[in-house]
């Protein structure tokens, strides 16, 4: 995953540096190119059938290799890293204006396979694959073939390819097997006489147990290059996505690692901590190391019933947790699987690979935080915030209050609290009892939010498709002073379609019978409402409160108004299918020649996509966890409507008034400016704009959906200077003029005591 992403990421940097200064970065290639290929005609001619036969023979000998061991599954991998990468390679062609020669292909053909191989092979030909891919290259580039720019390009994309394919479909694990553990064993002084893989929860490494000669049994850890590479992606994810947290850099190479696990677990069991004794470190192979521990005989909380905690028990966990505090040692992993129950009850501490010496405050009161919660899944809320209280103190506990928040979790008890309701309330509600102080604003742990990265990329979107668009002022200035505005009240009269519309939805969507002036008036104040909070909230929350006040039990008006909202994605997305087909029709002689491949060639990309996506099991899993719920209560929703015709016409009918509204709006608003497309294609465009702008974490998708519905008219055939205004007249009349009518009517809703 971290090499199939930095690689891609480089590789679209590449390409937009060599996009955005082709004309430098060609100037440049040109004099390469001849200074590089200044030999004789005969010399050129050799060195291009080299470079050919190079890449070639490459990939030949590659997919030889899949061939001779008998591994079809690496067959199939490398023919679709090799079909994606020559595909990708014309691509990258095009993009930079120029053709790709056959041996471009074959070179990211050729990086793209021998990535893919890099798992089954020994490093021995992984390096020969380099030096092969390096030669290759350097006839490319004394051979007038390509550009150098293009071929860096090239073969950064190809081994991204490799990589993406090996994260798609799997790669070999590279454990290390029992005979190697036990040769590293018994290397660093210790003589195993039986090693077996070990059944717990070691996360970051490879767990084993060995009897020793004499008797005494170990515990051995083995990391190895997957595990640090898992490490760095967790905390290059952990950087660039929350602060404050105590994550220093990492390590330079896996034995800074594993040496200060050992620091750290000899350092804490010098002060007095209860933690296996450290008997050896050793070199595995050539890229893993082993840690072996003493074996303690007994359990981890995680494997123990929630009789085994009793109070000496969880006073003795706390005191191993205030001898850390005392020497300023933040464990920083205290999960229920970290804490160890020896036979006779006595607790110990494991696992000291993401602790910190000489740790801030604050990744103390982080530790105190992490292990109330795992502690308080076991044996509940008031047992562990007194224990805690009584071992470590009121001020002690009290300082881990900021820090009782999910993002100071480890993965496992997060996990585990998100389960268990309103925990964290409660944990906060109870240290604030037992400490004598009121509950303190929580700790900022977010350094780039969700939300925040959709208003970036919703902001990039705008300025990329608006800025060209507004570029030519005078044109539309003239165009806005040619305005037919007869079209002005058919705008006017089509927005307040849309609230008739909605009206008659919600209606539709409950059992009680609504007032019809007031309701009309309720969905007139979510246009006001709506401005206040993104994805119509406001709005959702006002209709709520409204069919409350009417009558209606809190339950059904809920599931009222979601079935009235999914009753309009339902409309929108047969509109989306029926405005669809009527357009292709009609841009069937519209589109040139040039724009109708790149339609198609756009289409089957979102098909790749969605088809790759559903291949990770992770993305499925997602969909369905995601998709399967809204798409269950809406079918049981609409299933409760069909029961009454009228409430179900009532329901369908108004939302599609409300969408054909916003449609018509947006027709006859073009028409003003003197549009000529058809119903049918504007339609098309402004279901698509919407469902593109409904993901915009902004009040009725501001910024996203001007510019989408500009690209869509743009991109179907109207000149910049008919849409742009156009657009700007659809949302004045749906968005901004109703604001200040919104905003009465909610007034009156709220003296009538309606909401």
């Not at 003493?294 to 966990?317: E, N, Q």
Request: proline share 6%; net charge positive.
């Amino acid at each position: 995953m971290l090499r199939a992403g930095v690689l891609t990421v480089a590789a679209l940097l590449l390409l937009l540096v060599a996009r955005w200064a082709r004309g430098e970065t060609a100037a440049l290639d040109d004099d390469l190119v001849r200074r590089m290929s200044s030999a004789a005609p005969t010399i050129e001619r050799v060195l291009i059938g080299a470079a050919t036969l190079l890449a070639a023979a490459a990939v030949v000998a590659a997919w030889t290799t899949a061939a001779l061991t008998r591994r079809p599954r690496l067959f199939g991998y490398l023919l679709v890293a090799g079909l994606a990468a020559a595909a990708l390679a014309r691509g990258v062609g095009w993009v930079l204006d120029g053709d790709t020669a056959l041996g471009v292909d074959g070179l990211a053909v050729a990086a793209a396979s021998f990535a893919v191989l890099a798992p089954f092979v020994s490093r021995r030909w992984r390096r020969a694959g380099v030096l092969v891919i390096a030669g290759t290259t350097l006839l490319h580039l004394l051979a007038p073939l390509a550009f150098p720019a293009t071929l860096a390009v090239v073969l950064v994309l190809g081994a991204a390819v490799g990589s993406g394919t090996l994260l798609l479909f799997g790669r070999p694990v590279t454990r290390p097997t029992r005979g190697a553990v036990a040769a590293a064993l018994a290397g660093s002084g210790l003589e195993p006489v039986d090693v077996e893989p070990a059944a717990v929860d070691a996360r970051g490494s490879v767990p084993w147990t060995a009897v020793l000669r004499d008797g005494e049994r170990v515990f051995a850890k083995v990391m190895g290059a997957e595990n640090r590479a898992a490490d760095l992606l967790f905390r290059l994810y952990r950087f660039l996505r929350l602060r404050n947290v105590g994550d220093e850099r990492p390590f330079s190479s896996l034995r800074r690692t594993v040496e200060h696990e050992a620091l750290v677990s000899l350092l804490v069991r010098d002060a007095g901590a209860r933690t296996p004794r450290l008997r050896s470190i050793a070199p595995v192979g050539r890229d893993a190391l082993l840690l072996s521990y003493d074996l303690v005989d007994g359990s981890t909380l995680d494997r123990l019933p929630v009789t085994a905690l009793s109070p000496p028990v969880l006073h003795g966990i706390w005191d191993q947790v205030a001898v850390l505090r005392r020497h300023r040692v933040a464990h920083r992993d205290l999960r229920r699987a970290n804490l160890l129950l020896d036979r006779s009850g006595t607790p110990w501490l494991i696992d000291w690979g993401f602790s910190e010496v000489a740790a801030a405050p604050e990744l103390l009161d982080a530790d105190v935080a992490q292990l109330l919660v795992a502690l308080a899944l076991a044996v509940g809320v008031d047992p562990a915030v007194d224990s805690a209280v009584a071992r470590l103190g009121p001020e002690a506990v009290a300082a881990s209050l900021p820090r009782l928040q999910p993002k100071s979790l480890s993965g496992a008890t997060r996990a585990a609290a998100k389960h268990s309701g309103d925990l964290l309330p409660r944990i906060r509600t109870a240290v604030s009892a037992r400490c004598g102080v009121p509950e303190p604003r929580l700790a900022d742990l977010d350094r780039v939010r969700p939300r925040t990265l959709l208003v970036v990329a919703m902001l990039v979107l705008v300025t990329y498709v608006l800025v060209p668009q507004l570029g030519d002022v005078a044109g539309m200035a003239a165009r806005v002073r040619d305005a037919d505005w007869a079209w002005a009240p058919l705008v006017l009269a089509a927005s307040a379609l849309t609230y008739v519309g909605a009206a008659v939805s919600l209606a539709g969507a409950v059992p009680a019978h609504l007032r019809p002036v007031p309701t009309l008036v309720v969905q007139l104040a979510s246009a006001f409402a709506g401005k206040l909070a993104p994805s119509a909230l406001g709005g959702l929350a006002l209709d709520v409160r409204y069919l409350q006040r009417s009558g209606v039990d809190l339950a059904v008006a809920t599931s009222g108004v979601a079935l009235s909202y999914a009753a309009g994605t339902v409309v929108h997305v047969l509109l989306l299918v029926g405005f669809g087909i009527v357009a292709g029709r009609a841009l069937t002689g519209v589109l040139g020649p040039v724009e109708s491949p790149a339609v198609l060639w756009g289409a089957l990309a979102v098909l790749a996509v969605a088809v790759a996506a559903s291949a990770v099991p992770a993305l499925r899993r997602l969909a369905v966890r995601r998709l399967l719920p809204p798409l269950r209560r809406s079918v049981h929703g609409v299933t409760a409507a069909l029961r009454s015709p009228g409430k179900l016409a009532l329901l369908l009918g108004g939302s599609a008034a409300t969408t054909l509204g916003y449609l018509l709006c947006l027709y006859l608003s073009t028409r003003a400016f003197g549009g000529d497309l058809g119903p049918a294609v504007v339609g098309a465009v402004y279901l698509v704009g919407a469902t593109v702008a409904a993901v915009a974490p902004t009040p009725g998708g501001l910024g996203a959906l001007e510019a989408a519905l500009i690209a869509g008219l743009v991109g179907a055939g109207m000149d910049h200077t008919v849409a742009v205004p156009g657009v700007f007249l659809f949302r004045i009349a749906t968005f901004w003029l109703p604001a200040l009518p919104g905003w009465v009517a909610l007034t009156w809703l709220r003296r009538s005591d309606y909401v």
